[in-house]
């Protein structure tokens, strides 16, 4: 099953929102939860309203996909491609995480989407690559979304 509809079943164990479908904002990317009073949560399959006002929230990445992910992505190519002999394989599966997984994404309802410069969360420069390039990949995609 496809990981974004899992995010979406409410009887998947990895469902952004409850049995009843209320979804509950994550907070703003540099927090643990939703910081407001009365905690932002809705429930799309509620009304028609409800699913047009959950049209404006967000899945914010922790770790910037434009600002961080992608030239990180480009950075690692770079350095490979430079290489006369490859000593490691591009890690696919930890920008994977980064861009399609709740491993760096948070539902957040609008009004806690900070659209500023996430300045503390960048990539991690030691993840790029993995080492042994005579030792298939043991993880692959299917893993990384654990």
């Known amino acids: 099953m496809c990981?974004?509809?899992?995010?979406?079943?409410?009887?998947?164990?990895?469902?952004?929102?409850?049995?009843?479908?209320?979804?509950?904002?994550?907070?703003?990317w540099n927090q643990e939860h939703c910081t407001?009073?009365?905690l932002h949560r809705i429930n799309p399959y509620q009304s028609r309203?409800?699913?047009?006002?959950?049209?404006?929230w967000n899945l914010d990445?922790?770790?910037?996909?434009?600002?961080?992910?992608?030239?990180?992505i480009l950075d690692a190519s770079t350095l490979l491609a430079t290489q006369?002999?490859?000593?490691?394989?591009?890690?696919?599966?930890?920008?994977?995480?980064?861009?399609?997984?709740?491993?760096?994404?948070?539902?957040?309802?609008?009004?806690?989407h900070d659209k500023g410069e996430h300045k503390t969360a960048k990539c991690d420069k030691d993840k790029y690559f993995v080492v042994d390039v005579d030792e298939p990949l043991r993880e692959n995609v299917a893993d990384a979304v654990s």
Do not use: M
């Open 3 to 28: 990981l974004a509809t899992r995010y979406f079943d409410r009887s998947k164990e990895e469902a952004l929102c409850d049995e009843r479908g209320e979804f509950l904002c994550r907070g703003a």
């Open 36 to 38: 407001r009073l009365t």
């Open 49 to 56: 309203e409800a699913r047009i006002v959950f049209s404006t």
């Open 61 to 72: 990445h922790w770790i910037e996909r434009s600002r961080s992910i992608i030239p990180s």
């Open 84 to 112: 006369s002999r490859p000593v490691s394989q591009f890690n696919h599966t930890y920008f994977y995480r980064l861009l399609f997984t709740t491993h760096n994404l948070k539902l957040v309802h609008i009004v806690c």
